[in-house]
């Protein structure tokens, strides 16, 4: 059984940082791209970044480049997103997602985990 479990939300003030951590089990982690999407309040989920399954690739949505970072650890199977100088609008419900190699559409979902952003 597929499990996605992200910790490390919480309530920060303004230009402060967060890290969020997602723990997999029951897959093959090293055969699945790992995306973190979040949705903020009243809005639709978006993309935040994405890792390609040994970490040489990643890219962000263009509202957090430069201010996030994605990376991973296989041998733990974990997968992290450094949030640096939050801003009030990044808050949202931060949710971890894997997609297996060769295929397009993310399969896997974690429970989300709320980050608060005070300004």
């Known amino acids: 059984q597929v499990q996605l479990v992200e910790s490390g939300g919480g309530l920060v003030q303004a230009g402060g940082s967060l890290r969020l951590s997602c723990a997999a089990s029951?897959?093959?982690?090293?055969?699945?791209?790992m995306g973190w999407f979040r949705q903020p309040p009243g809005k639709e989920r978006e993309f935040v970044a994405a890792?390609?399954?040994?970490?040489?690739?990643?890219n962000y949505g263009e509202s957090v480049k430069g201010r996030f970072t994605i990376s991973r650890d296989n041998a733990k199977m974990l997968v992290y997103l450094q949030m640096n100088s939050l801003k009030s609008e990044d808050t949202a419900v931060y949710y971890c997602?894997?997609?297996?190699?060769?295929?397009?559409?993310?399969?896997?979902w974690g429970q989300g985990t709320q980050v608060t952003v005070s300004s």
């Open positions: 997602a894997a997609r297996l190699i060769g295929t397009a559409r993310y399969a896997y």
């Open positions: 029951g897959v093959t982690f090293g055969s699945y791209y």
């Open positions: 890792i390609s399954s040994r970490g040489g690739i990643t």
